[in-house]
């Protein structure tokens, strides 16, 4: 499964080379253990290219202050992510998943 996001305060931290941690997304732990292996993109405008994306290898959930309860995504960049894009049909608010099977 893969998801695009509109991404537009930067909240992207490095944690060593090539890989980065990308939060504070509402989602439920359920789909966001799906998406393990799969790639995220990230977009400023659901109808502009990505600029930035990768693999997700795992996550975490916040566990205090405002962000509480939300998914934290740990990504490896990926080149082939940045420039992609996709139709405006299946976004929800501000994510759009591919490949949730119904």
Not at 37 to 47: C, L, M
Not at 53 to 77: A, T
Request: charged letters at 25%; aromatic letters at 10%; hydrophobic letters at 30%.
């Amino acid at each position: 499964m893969n998801i695009h996001l509109i991404e537009q305060s930067n909240n992207f931290v490095k944690l060593q080379d090539n890989m980065w941690e990308s939060g504070w997304w509402k989602l439920d732990e359920s789909k966001a253990q799906k998406l393990i292996g799969g790639e995220i993109y990230f977009h400023r405008k659901r109808q502009e290219p990505s600029f930035y994306g990768g693999m997700i290898v795992g996550y975490r959930v916040e566990q205090d202050g405002q962000n509480q309860g939300r998914i934290i995504f740990r990504l490896q960049h990926s080149q082939s992510c940045r420039n992609v894009r996709t139709d405006k049909l299946g976004w929800s608010k501000q994510m759009k998943i591919i490949g949730l099977g119904h």
